[in-house]
């Protein structure tokens, strides 16, 4: 690919913008040789103002998702996209969040710009089970566990049960949740359907991928190994 397409891609600027920046000399190789739009140059050996570029498509993120972000490109509100460098958005293939979290739910959000991953990760028939920590509202019943685990659990509105899904007790109104499937407001709504109401929601990990000690609103690039984890290798 020809670098000005290669640079504008990755959001730096429209095609115009960027042949600019190698009309201007900043666009260098890594010894410092000045580049022109149209040389074919390996990503790694590419510098912007002797900086190198971001990565290359192919990549994957990790965020701690605050309260009050919505999962969206657009909202009124604030959202999740806020928290990454401007251009991110305008990189091409897009960035889009692996599945989402809604505003008022905490933890481990992914993004990708490989679409097949994206699909991989949040398709049930991979079976990537999602860990969500509840704070309820009421104190747990105790049959809310073998509920859960029934498989015959019917949402409201919903036509299909629930898959399995596991529930740990860690305190009276303290549960880890981990369901394999991603309908919409799922761990509220079952909590909701044993008559308890989740005041607080955060999800800790998906696959084997933890989301560890990074810190609220902060967000890193994914090594191989850790996207592998997500489906359990790693
Ligand atoms: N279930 C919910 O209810 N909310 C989330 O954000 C994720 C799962």
Known sequence: ????????????????????????????????????????VEHARIRLDGEPLDPPPGLVLMM??????????????????DLLPPRWRA??????????????????LLFTDDG?????????????????????????????GAIFASGTLMLESETTPLAPAHLDVLGPRHARLSIGEG???????M??????HVDALHRSAIGGLELGDLPVGQWRALAAHEVAAIFGGG
Not at 116 to 141: C, F, G, M, Q, W
Not at 183 to 189: D, K, M, P, S
């Open 64 to 81: 701690h998702k605050p309260l009050g972000y919505t999962c969206s490109t657009k909202d009124a509100g604030r959202i999740v996209y």
């Open 191 to 196: 909590f909701a359907a044993v008559g308890n």
């Open 1 to 40: 690919m020809k670098l000005v397409k290669l640079i504008a891609n990755l959001g730096y600027g429209s095609r115009k913008e960027v042949t600019a920046l190698f009309r201007e000399g900043r666009i260098t190789d890594a010894d410092g040789e000045v580049l022109y739009a149209d040389d074919k």
């Open 183 to 189: 309908r919409y407001h799922q761990v509220r709504r």
């Open 116 to 144: 097949a991953l994206l699909h991989r990760v949040i398709s049930p028939r991979s079976n990537v089970v999602k860990v969500y920590e509840a704070t309820l509202a009421h104190d747990l019943r105790g049959d809310e």
């Open 91 to 108: 990189r091409s293939p897009a960035l889009s969040t692996i599945g989402r979290l809604d505003r008022d739910t905490s933890g481990l």
